[in-house]
């Protein structure tokens, strides 16, 4: 996906609608950085509608997003899958820079992601991820929250072989990077079940690492592919 305009802006909407058919596999990437500049006046915001078809297979892996001096974003994502369809989905959240070296000169950065499972009777809610940053009103880098570090890498699989026993690999993985993280499980629900990681850290590049190598062992276990190079720079 490329950005025409090269940054949000206040008051910038951009709707994105994503269908990856039956059987189908999409490995779907940015150009480069997602940027937030100031927003005076309103915020701007990404709405993303993603839908897997049976057997279907996504990996979203867009470059990090800078979120600048005085930007206030928000980032909507609604995702359907089908029991039989896998989701793999990793990003990185990255302070820009600001005159006094200050990572959190943002406003607010909101991203919420909802997920829900195809059956019989329709779709069933299977997670909602709502991560809500807003420096001006709080400390946000004290304990409970950024824990002393700037930056924040998440990753999402959806996918009916997530149990404990990767969760527990996947946490193991993670001990070997300068990062802090940590693991949820949600329920499962028509055979499927999601897996939520989060990590800390003051670099991209090293939630990058990190990231990388929990979709490389899940690319290669699951899909038969080789980790990601994507070769942008």
Not at 37 to 47: D, H, I, K, L, N
Not at 133 to 159: A, C, K, N, Q
């Amino acid at each position: 996906m490329v950005n025409p305009g090269g940054a949000y802006l206040g008051a910038d909407l951009y709707v994105v609608d994503v269908e990856v058919e039956a059987g189908a596999s999409l490995l779907l990437t940015t150009q480069s950085a997602t940027k937030i500049y100031r927003t005076p006046g309103s915020f701007a915001e990404q709405r993303m509608t993603i839908r897997l078809g049976e057997g279907a297979e996504l990996e979203l892996a867009p470059d990090q997003l800078i979120a600048y001096r005085e930007a206030s974003y928000r980032q909507n994502t609604h995702i359907t899958v089908h029991p039989t369809s896998s989701l793999i989905m990793a990003e990185v959240i990255t302070p820009g820079w600001s005159p006094d070296g200050a990572s959190f000169k943002y406003r607010e950065l909101r991203l919420r992601n909802e997920i829900q499972v195809e059956g019989d009777d329709g779709a069933a809610l299977l997670a909602l991820d709502n991560l809500l940053i807003r420096p001006p009103l709080g400390d946000v880098t004290g304990m409970g929250f950024m824990e002393g570090y700037s930056h924040l890498g998440s990753l999402i699989v959806v996918d009916s072989r997530v149990d404990q026993a990767l969760a527990d690999e996947l946490h193991r993985l993670t001990a070997g990077y300068d990062a802090y993280s940590g693991l949820s499980l949600t329920r499962t629900l028509a055979g499927t079940t999601g897996l939520v990681l989060r990590s800390l850290s003051n670099s991209t590049e090293e939630l990058n690492r990190l990231l990388g190598a929990c979709t490389g062992l899940l690319r290669e276990r699951w899909y038969g592919r080789a980790p990601l190079n994507l070769r942008k720079y």
